[in-house]
Each structure stands twice: as structure tokens, then as C-alpha cells.
């Protein structure tokens, strides 16, 4: 293996940064992880793990300790914002079996990531601010308290405030798409299925769908509008910025919205993938190089993606640079069309004309209840991709 002793430092301990360090131990590397938190803790609510995904945990070693933590769905419905009337319904039954479709809690999907890179031997050094890295065949990084530490090679698992993206690639603005995204949790008080629902109305949606053995019910709400927002899931808001903005929801997405009693809000930022992802023996990976909006729910699975390709393309070869070109070159093109795919999605949940909205509702039940496979398979080209098997 030519991984077999390399020394590899992990900016960043999120989904990314854990997946890859799993996946660089399972090669023989000797891997440590830094993280400028104090904890390996998870901002945030709900995500979903599409097939793709649970790919990767599965290769891993962790399908059985992931199951016992998530909740596996039964379908994604696609329902009218007024009182929640069904437009669609995207069986994932039709799934093959052994590519089931599951909604987590990050920091669930943290939890057992950090659980297993510890009993693997990977060490996770907290409190590690990285102040920039030096991207060169001898790569070092700098902390912000002015301590360095070298590698043979450095992954900036870092987000989308990455230290190395801009030594790669410069710096680039992002661009604000008018939308801005609430999400909160509320207690499972009335009995929401193993779905997903995304209720659909005039400039915005909302998305929700059970957590924790169905204890809990995960929301998402965007709304297109001029207002900027800033970006990040640490910033908080008032429920009922939340609950004006989605006036007029009935039913179920009602109940919910009257439910929350904390919600975090940001703003939704479309950023380019980067040009470059690495040089010298450095390499960006995930949210680093692809931040990708939230409509295709494949952010934090295009980083378990990159992990396991990242190791791979590096193990398969002696020479780093060459690894970590054929690395880029391997997940360029999916990425791109997965982001590209996620920018154009939401104004299929945003129709505002009334005659428009009708007739695409229209359109959606007849497909739902004659070609039900039909619907579904639109999206083999994600769910049924599998990084393990290349």
C-alpha cells in the first residue's frame, strides 16, 4: 500500500475531514486530525444520506453502528403549501435493496464518525486553529498560536472558510442568491412518517422530515427574498421572522411552523467550485472546494465521496502529486453537475403564478401514479453512483 506509513494532517474534524481520515487509516496512513474547536461538536439539525453515501459508510465498517442511529425513509413527497395536500409521492421502496435512503442528525453522524476514527488509533488534536498552510511538496501548516506542524501531505477538510482554498485559488466572492433558509427541530407531537415533505409555495418551501427514531422533526424553510442574510448555521433568529415569512402554510407545515421555540437562519451563497484542488501534496476536499446549496441534500455526502476517492486515488500510486490529480479529475465533473443540479431546483418548489403552479402540479401527479419507477429514476445518476466500487 503506498499509503503504508504517510504521515497525513486533516484540517477540519466535520463529516469530510472524519470520512477521510477513516478511509487514509484503513490504508495503512498515519493520520491526525486537527480541529479548532474546544469539542467535536455539530451545529445544526437534520441531513440526509442518499445511497451514494451510505456507499462509503458501508465500505467503511459502520453500516450497523449508522442504522441504529438513523432513520431510514420511506419516500420523498412533494405536498401543496396550503394544507399540505400530496402533489407526489418519490417511493424510495423502489430503491434497491441494498441502497437504502436515511435522514440523521449531524451531530449523530459526528458522533459515530469521531467514535470511529478514536478506536481506529486517529488522533483528533482539539483546540488547533489553522492560520494558513504552506502548499508545497513539504507542506507545513501554521497555527494561529504560532506553533507549526509538518506532513507528507496536509487535506483541507475546512469548509467553507477553508485556510487553503484561497492559497490554491485566490479569493473569490461569493454571490448571494436571494434566498434564506431557516431550520429548527420540534417534537414529533404529530406522528410525522418516515418521510420527507417539502411543502411548496409562492417563493419558498419547507422541508421536514423525522430524526432520532422519530422523536423529533427536522425543518428546513427558504424563502426567496431581497433581504441579505449572512451566511453560516450559527446565527440565530426569532420564531416568528419564521412563522411571518411562511404565512399562509396550513396543515401539517402549520403545526410545525407553531411548534418552533429556537431556529438558526443564513443566508444562501452560491460559490464556484474551485479551480484548483491541490498542489504540491496538498488538497482541498468537500465544502472546501464545492459548497453546494442545500436542494439536492448531497453536501455532506459529496464529502464522504471525496474521502473515499481521495484515498483511494493516493493509495494507487506512489507519486502524491499524480494521486491528487487523479483524484480532482475523478470528482470534478460529478461534483459540478451535482451543484449545478441543486442551483436549478429550487424554483421548481417556488412557483408563484397560480395557472403555472396548477398545471406543474398537474403534470407531477400524473407522472407520480402512472410512472412511479419513472420519477424515481431520474435520479440513478446520484443515488446509484458508487465511489467504493470504481
Same mark, same amino acid.
Given at each position: 500500500m503506498?499509503l ?5 494532517k486533516i484540517?477540519?474534524a ?5 470520512t477521510?481520515a477513516l ?6 496512513a498515519?493520520?491526525t486530525v486537527?480541529?479548532?474547536s474546544?469539542a467535536?461538536? @455539530?451545529?445544526?439539525?437534520?441531513? %440526509?444520506v442518499?445511497p451514494?453515501?451510505f ?5 467503511l465498517?459502520?453500516e450497523?453502528v449508522f442504522?441504529a442511529?438513523?432513520? %431510514?425513509?420511506q ?5 401543496d403549501y396550503?394544507q399540505?395536500?400530496?402533489?407526489s409521492?418519490?417511493?424510495l421502496g ?5 441502497q437504502?435512503?436515511?435522514?440523521? *442528525? ?7 464518525l ?5 478506536t !481506529? ?5 482539539l ?7 504552506? $502548499? ?10 504560532g506553533? @507549526?506542524?509538518?506532513a507528507?501531505?496536509v487535506?483541507g477538510a475546512?469548509?467553507? *472558510?477553508?485556510?487553503?482554498r ?7 466572492a ?6 434564506v433558509? =431557516?431550520r ?9 412518517p418516515n ?7 409562492p417563493?419558498?418551501?419547507l +422541508? ?6 422519530g ?15 449572512? @451566511?453560516? =448555521?450559527?446565527?440565530t433568529?426569532d ?10 402554510f ?20 452560491? *460559490?464556484?467550485?474551485?479551480?484548483? =484542488?491541490?498542489k504540491g *501534496?496538498?488538497?482541498?476536499l468537500?465544502d ?8 439536492m441534500?448531497?453536501g455532506a ?7 473515499w476517492?481521495l484515498?483511494? $486515488? ?11 490529480? !487523479?483524484y %480532482? ?5 460529478r461534483?459540478s453537475?451535482?451543484? %449545478?443540479t441543486a442551483?436549478g431546483?429550487a =424554483?421548481k ?9 396548477f398545471g ?6 400524473l +407522472? ?10 431520474q ?7 458508487d465511489v467504493t466500487?470504481?
Amino acid at each position: 500500500m503506498s499509503l503504508a506509513g504517510k504521515k497525513i494532517k486533516i484540517a477540519g474534524a466535520g463529516i469530510g475531514g472524519l470520512t477521510a481520515a477513516l478511509a487514509f487509516g484503513a490504508r495503512g496512513a498515519e493520520v491526525t486530525v486537527l480541529e479548532q474547536s474546544e469539542a467535536i461538536t @455539530e451545529v445544526g439539525a437534520g441531513l %440526509q444520506v442518499s445511497p451514494n453515501g451510505f456507499a462509503v459508510l458501508r465500505a467503511l465498517g459502520l453500516e450497523e453502528v449508522f442504522r441504529a442511529k438513523a432513520v %431510514q425513509g420511506q419516500a420523498v413527497e412533494l405536498r401543496d403549501y396550503r394544507q399540505s395536500k400530496l402533489v407526489s409521492r418519490l417511493d424510495l421502496g423502489l430503491l434497491p435493496e441494498d441502497q437504502p435512503y436515511f435522514f440523521i *442528525h449531524r451531530a449523530d453522524l459526528i458522533d459515530l464518525l469521531a467514535g470511529a476514527v478514536r478506536t !481506529a488509533g486517529i488522533k483528533i488534536r482539539l483546540l488547533q486553529k489553522v492560520d494558513r498552510i504552506e $502548499a508545497t511538496e513539504s507542506p507545513v501548516v501554521h497555527l494561529a498560536n504560532g506553533a @507549526e506542524t509538518r506532513a507528507d501531505i496536509v487535506i483541507g477538510a475546512d469548509g467553507l *472558510h477553508s485556510r487553503l482554498r484561497p492559497e490554491l485559488n485566490g479569493v473569490s466572492a461569493p454571490f448571494f442568491t436571494r434566498q434564506v433558509a =431557516w431550520r429548527a427541530t420540534v417534537p414529533n407531537t404529530m406522528n410525522h412518517p418516515n418521510v420527507a415533505r417539502v411543502h411548496m409555495g409562492p417563493r419558498r418551501h419547507l +422541508v421536514s422530515y423525522p430524526l432520532r427514531g422519530g422523536e423529533i422533526v427536522n425543518i428546513v424553510a427558504v424563502q426567496e427574498r431581497m433581504a441579505w442574510a449572512e @451566511e453560516g =448555521w450559527t446565527h440565530t433568529d426569532d420564531p416568528e421572522n419564521l412563522r411571518a415569512a411562511f404565512e399562509g402554510f396550513g396543515g401539517e407545515a402549520d403545526k410545525l411552523l407553531k411548534a418552533v421555540d429556537q431556529v438558526g437562519v443564513w443566508g444562501l451563497f452560491r *460559490h464556484p467550485v474551485a479551480r484548483v =484542488w491541490h498542489k504540491g *501534496h496538498t488538497a482541498l476536499l468537500g465544502d472546501a472546494a464545492h459548497p453546494t446549496l442545500p436542494f439536492m441534500a448531497q453536501g455532506a455526502v459529496m464529502a464522504m465521496e471525496d474521502a473515499w476517492v481521495l484515498a483511494d $486515488a493516493l493509495d494507487k500510486t506512489s507519486d502524491i502529486p499524480e494521486g491528487l490529480a !487523479a483524484y %480532482q479529475a475523478r470528482r470534478h465533473e460529478r461534483v459540478s453537475k451535482v451543484i %449545478q443540479t441543486a442551483n436549478g431546483n429550487a =424554483w421548481k418548489y417556488h412557483l408563484s403564478l397560480p395557472p403555472m403552479r396548477f398545471g406543474a402540479h398537474l403534470g407531477l401527479r400524473l +407522472v407520480s401514479s402512472l410512472a412511479p419507477k419513472k420519477l424515481l429514476q431520474q435520479f440513478d445518476w446520484i443515488y446509484r453512483h458508487d465511489v467504493t466500487a470504481e
